[in-house]
């Protein structure tokens, strides 16, 4: 929120969002003036809203109508709860995923508690599996010289990863450098194609040309820490549900169902950009507009990493903007700290396999 915001602008505010957030109405100055516990006259409460609405805050959708919250009065409310936030590193653990399974049963576990949890669509992205055996490596040139490495593994697993080599290389480079990696390493698992690129590169220079050498150097920066992963998706129901309440607007509602239903189809794009927005250190809350993906500008993403050694993965909540981010953060918190703690324990037998 603004630093110049005083108290009673950053109290209306909230008082706002959260009530425009449980009832799904315009709140009125009113309103606001009987159950803001400000002890401000509604003509106040007006000149309040007024200079939010300049700011960009809220807006009224007709006129006389009472005021809703946009992405950047979403955003200030957010920021509220998570400055107000108290994060203890022991959460109580969901005892749902303690039960033995595999890593996939216990991402499936943990999307069903998100949504269970959050009346949203709860998501988990696996931990890269080092075992996935390679398919095809493609190597794309982008601006400012980086290249976009995307790694297809068997069954159709697909991730991306951007890097900078030192050297300039050029469309036709990279369709060479492609086959050529391909050529030598599909069939391998990811760790046997890592150990094969570096096992190459430590030869003698000699026994290989130019243009071997650095697809070599490009594969190896390529697929550090690399790898396909899962996604989990549970809840899709709720969200339908919710956006069903919300018929005011068909049209909006329409382009809504589309989106939801272009991201849950096209997961791989889902996982690109949700792995994008994930600080290892910490909780993410992604808001309407500021999605990078038009398709999730409806939506927000409240997300959060975990980690299995030196791997990471991600769990989260995928809702409408006007969701209960509260008892969002709350949910994703809780579910990462215990997928980290269940995950540090060691896996037993009936962890090891995904």
């Known amino acids: 929120?603004?630093?110049?915001?005083?108290?009673?602008?950053?109290?209306?505010?909230?008082?706002?969002v959260a009530e425009y957030i449980?009832?799904?109405?315009?709140?009125?100055?009113?309103?606001?003036?009987?159950?803001?516990?400000?002890?401000?006259s509604s003509a106040?409460?007006?000149?309040?809203?007024?200079?939010?609405?300049?700011?960009?805050?809220?807006?009224?959708?007709?006129?006389?109508?009472?005021?809703?919250?946009t992405d950047s009065g979403y955003r200030a409310y957010v920021d509220l709860l998570l400055g107000a936030r108290t994060r203890s590193r022991h959460l109580p653990d969901v005892e749902a995923l303690r039960q033995p399974g595999t890593v996939g049963d216990l991402l499936e576990q943990a999307s069903q508690e998100l949504s269970r949890a959050s009346h949203q669509i709860g998501f988990a992205i696996g931990p890269a599996s080092p075992s996935m055996r390679l398919q095809h490596v493609d190597f794309v040139d982008l601006d400012g010289g980086?290249?976009?490495?995307?790694?297809?593994?068997a069954g159709g697993q697909i991730t991306h990863k951007l890097v900078e080599p030192e050297e300039r290389c050029d469309s036709t480079f990279l369709?060479?450098?492609?086959?050529?990696?391909?050529?030598?390493?599909?069939?391998?698992?990811?760790?046997?194609?890592?150990?094969?690129?570096?096992?190459?590169?430590?030869?003698?220079?000699?026994?290989?040309?130019?243009?071997?050498?650095?697809?070599?150097?490009l594969a190896r920066s390529g697929l550090s820490d690399l790898g396909p992963q899962s996604l989990h998706l549970q809840g899709t129901a709720f969200l339908v549900e919710g956006l069903a309440e919300e018929a005011a607007d068909?049209?909006?509602?329409?382009?809504?169902?589309r989106a939801l239903v272009r991201m849950v189809e096209e997961k791989h794009r889902l996982i690109e950009i949700l792995t994008k927005y994930i600080d290892a250190d910490g909780l993410t809350v992604?808001?309407?507009?500021?999605?990078?993906?038009?398709?999730?500008?409806?939506?927000?993403?409240?997300?959060?990493?975990?980690?299995?050694?030196?791997?990471?993965?991600?769990?989260?909540?995928?809702?409408?903007?006007?969701?209960r981010y509260q008892r969002a953060i709350t949910a994703v918190d809780r579910v990462s700290q215990?997928?980290?703690?269940?995950?540090?324990?060691?896996?037993?037998?009936?962890?090891?396999?995904s």
């Open 1 to 16: 929120m603004a630093r110049d915001f005083g108290d009673r602008q950053r109290r209306i505010l909230a008082r706002l």
């Open 22 to 40: 449980e009832q799904g109405e315009p709140v009125s100055s009113a309103w606001l003036a009987e159950h803001s516990e400000l002890g401000v």
């Open 44 to 69: 106040t409460v007006r000149s309040i809203l007024a200079s939010l609405e300049d700011q960009g805050y809220i807006k009224q959708p007709h006129t006389s109508a009472g005021r809703v919250p």
């Open 146 to 153: 980086r290249v976009l490495v995307i790694v297809v593994a």
């Open 175 to 217: 369709m060479q450098a492609a086959n050529y990696v391909n050529t030598e390493f599909a069939g391998l698992t990811l760790d046997e194609a890592r150990a094969a690129i570096i096992e190459r590169l430590r030869q003698e220079r000699s026994l290989y040309d130019e243009l071997s050498a650095r697809a070599l150097r």
């Open 250 to 257: 068909p049209d909006r509602t329409l382009g809504m169902l």
């Open 286 to 323: 992604v808001i309407g507009s500021e999605n990078v993906l038009p398709d999730l500008h409806p939506f927000s993403v409240v997300a959060s990493a975990f980690r299995d050694g030196d791997r990471s993965g991600t769990v989260g909540v995928i809702g409408p903007t006007r969701m």
């Open 338 to 353: 215990t997928m980290t703690r269940v995950l540090e324990q060691g896996p037993d037998d009936t962890r090891r396999t």
